[in-house]
Structures are given as structure tokens and as C-alpha cells.
């Protein structure tokens, strides 16, 4: 996978609907027969919370980047300009309880001396952090705990933001204010008290909660002896297939030819990784299900908002730095952007039996220094 494919955006490839259900009751007719009247009841009907209905989708402001999952959590994410090491991200869930989170990260300059305190600047107003548990010795992380309204506030209306720690780091405001109002408009906060930039006085229990998870089941496990990821050997009737032979022919370096991967599906579907061709940090597999012995073989689907199934350079069975894992029945892949993993786009798949289902999907388009496990998540399932 390419970054500049990424830094496209993600597109959109799934679509989760849920019904909004207003449940009404009122007692039936009474009886002709004379009854004593009854006190009329002061009590407001009983409504369901509305379920947001919202599609994965991301978007770019000006220097700002705002993706919002399928389970309703948004993000945005401001940077650093010129690919350099600092980044803001705000993160808020979906419902009216939900509190937005603020942190932000950079690369201390090595040659910056002592530890000053952690913290933002936005047009010369300090707003101090703590240092959050996401951080390493490298690249600390901070999170904004107090103040945070006040620091959204500034944010979307100031010109200069600084990270302040070891060292300093600009990140650009420009299409701050306009990602934080997308994310309003998704989430259906807008004129709320819960609205992250256009606060006003409609009730917050109009606020959408959190759409229900897809559920996924994967299959039972199975006995895998016989496979794995060592001395595998590609069987003669997928060694057959023209774009296989041309793979393993790419991939001639020991080193890469070797890395074929084999897992037992079932009793009736075996999976196999053929390597097709590596990079300096990056490794492609086509993944195959095929009969017992490698018979019958047929392109795996992977299918995914980002990557397999959307680029049309890319097949819909290959992924980068991918791999299975038989005792969670998933096949995993992590395309990097770049060698130290802080952009690209990591995916994972379960096998349910019928196929592979896309469980989970992050993806960063720009490389400033998110560590992985801070990416948006543009889908998940149960």
C-alpha cells in the first residue's frame, strides 16, 4: 500500500444504519360500564434515546485531518508541517455523557537540555498536561485534564499552537475550528451543550448515543500440524496459477521466498500466504483458500474501507506485513508508511467459516508521530 493513497482519505465501503424507535402506549378504551374517574397523569411518555446513523468517513481541513468510525467515535487530529515529529489529537464518543480528550505528542529535540514541564501554547496562554500512559522514553504524550473546554475553545478561534516540553513543536490551527464542527455535525451535537465548537441550548438528551456494534463469530479452532509460518512449501496446484509463479518469482531473496504461511481453516479449506515482492520495512502476501493439499485454490476477499479491496493497484487477497493467528481465527496486516509505523494502515479479518470479515480498521495518512494504538478507528465489530 502507498501513503499517498491513504493521505487521500478513507473511502467508503461500509455502512451502518440504526433505527431510531419511539415507543408510544396509552391505555385501551375503558369499559362502557360507569367507572370512577382517574387523576390525569403528569407523567412526560417514556421516549427511546435516538441512535446516531453514521457512515466511516474521513476528512480534510487545511492541516487538519477528521475521521469518524462506524461506532460513532470521532477524532481530529492536527500536525506538524513538513513530516515533522508533533501532532494534536481530540477524541470524543458518541452519546450526550461523552467528554472530549486532548493529547498530543512530539520528538524531543536530542540536543534540548533538561525536562521542562509538558504543556500547550495556543496564542501565548499555557495550558498545562500530564503525561499520559500511552507515552514512551522517546516520545512522551501528553493529555490536557483540566481546562479542556477552555483549551477547545482557544484551539478552534487561535492563530500559533505550540508543544511545550524537552523542546518545542508548532502544530498548524488551520482547519481546526472546521474539523471540531464536522465531528458536531456527525455526531449530532450541533447547538448542544455537548457540542465540541457550536454550544447553544438545545437539550442534550437529543444527542445520538452509540450505534450497535456488526458481530462477528469466528469459527471454531482447529488443529494447525502440519502449518505455520516455517517450511512451508506452496502446493502444485497454487504454484500453477500464473500470478503466483509470477509472485514467487518477485520474491526469488531467500529471505522473502521463504516466508510462505500455511493455517488449517477447517476440515474441508486450507489458507496460504505466497509472498509477493518486500520492501525495506514491508512484506506483501496474496492469501489463498484452497481443498485439502492446496487443491481447488481461489483468491481469499479482504475486504476493507482502506487498502485490500480499495485500491485497484492492490489485489482484493494481498496485504502487507500481514499473518494469521489460529488460536483467534484472524488474519492481520500493517502497511507502514514508514519504517518506524507511524502512519500506513493496520486491518484485521476473522474467519467465520464462510469467509474472512473485516473486524477492525485504522488508518493514519500522515506521518508526524501517532503511535499506532492512537490511530482512528474507522470500523470495528463485536
Known amino acids: 500500500m502507498k501513503l499517498n493513497a491513504l493521505s487521500r482519505g478513507v473511502p467508503l465501503s461500509a455502512v451502518v444504519l440504526a433505527a431510531l424507535a419511539i415507543a408510544g402506549c396509552g391505555d385501551k378504551d375503558a369499559a362502557e360500564t360507569p367507572a370512577a374517574p382517574k387523576a390525569a397523569s403528569t407523567a412526560a411518555p417514556a421516549v427511546a434515546a435516538p441512535v446516531l446513523q453514521i457512515r466511516p468517513e474521513t476528512k480534510t481541513f487545511r492541516d487538519w485531518r477528521a475521521t469518524c468510525g462506524n461506532d460513532g467515535t470521532c477524532w481530529a487530529f492536527g500536525f506538524a508541517p513538513e513530516f515533522a515529529a508533533g501532532w494534536v489529537r481530540i477524541a470524543l464518543a458518541p452519546g450526550p455523557d461523552a467528554q472530549p480528550q486532548i493529547l498530543f505528542g512530539y520528538w524531543p529535540d536530542g540536543d534540548a537540555k533538561g525536562a521542562n514541564p509538558l504543556g500547550l501554547t495556543i496564542d501565548g496562554r499555557a495550558y498545562p498536561a500530564a503525561l499520559s500512559e500511552a507515552s514512551n522514553a522517546d516520545a512522551p504524550i501528553g493529555e490536557i485534564r483540566t481546562g479542556v473546554r477552555g483549551a477547545l475553545d482557544a484551539l478552534a478561534q487561535g492563530k500559533v499552537m ?4 524537552a523542546s518545542t513543536q508548532e502544530v498548524s490551527l488551520h482547519g481546526a475550528a472546521a474539523a471540531l464542527l464536522w ?4 455526531q449530532g451535537r450541533l447547538d448542544t451543550p455537548t457540542a465540541l465548537i457550536r454550544r447553544g ?11 450497535p456494534l456488526p458481530t462477528v463469530t469466528p469459527a471454531p479452532a482447529v488443529d494447525q500440524s502440519g502449518f505455520g509460518d516455517q517450511n512451508q512449501r506452496v502446493p502444485a496446484a497454487l504454484r500453477a496459477r500464473t500470478e503466483v509463479g509470477n509472485c514467487l518469482k518477485a520474491s526469488a531473496m531467500p529471505a522473502v521466498s521463504d516466508m510462505v504461511m500455511s493455517a488449517r481453516l477447517d476440515a474441508r479449506t486450507e489458507l496460504w500466504g ?9 512484506v506483501t502476501h496474496n492469501w489463498y483458500l484452497t481443498g485439502p493439499g492446496g487443491r481447488d485454490p481461489r483468491p481469499a476477499i479482504l475486504a476493507g474501507t482502506e487498502g485490500p479491496g480499495s485500491d485497484p493497484v492492490m489485489p482484493d487477497n494481498a496485504t502487507v506485513n500481514g499473518a494469521y493467528d489460529p488460536k483467534t481465527r484472524t488474519l492481520s496486516a500493517f502497511a507502514k508508511g514508514r519504517g518506524i509505523g507511524d502512519c500506513g494502515a493496520a486491518q484485521t479479518w476473522a474467519w467465520t467459516g464462510q469467509g474472512f470479515t473485516l473486524t477492525q480498521e485504522s488508518v493514519m495518512g500522515e506521518c508526524a508521530g501517532v503511535p499506532s494504538d492512537l490511530w482512528p478507528v474507522a470500523w470495528r465489530t463485536r
Do not use: Q
Request: overall charge positive; proline content about 14%.
Open 183 to 186: 465531528i458536531d455535525e456527525k
Open 162 to 165: 505550540t508543544i511545550r516540553g
Open 274 to 282: 505466497v509472498p509477493c515482492g518486500a520492501g525495506a520495512y514491508n
Open 201 to 211: 441550548s438545545r437539550p442534550a438528551a437529543l444527542v445520538p448515543v452509540a450505534p
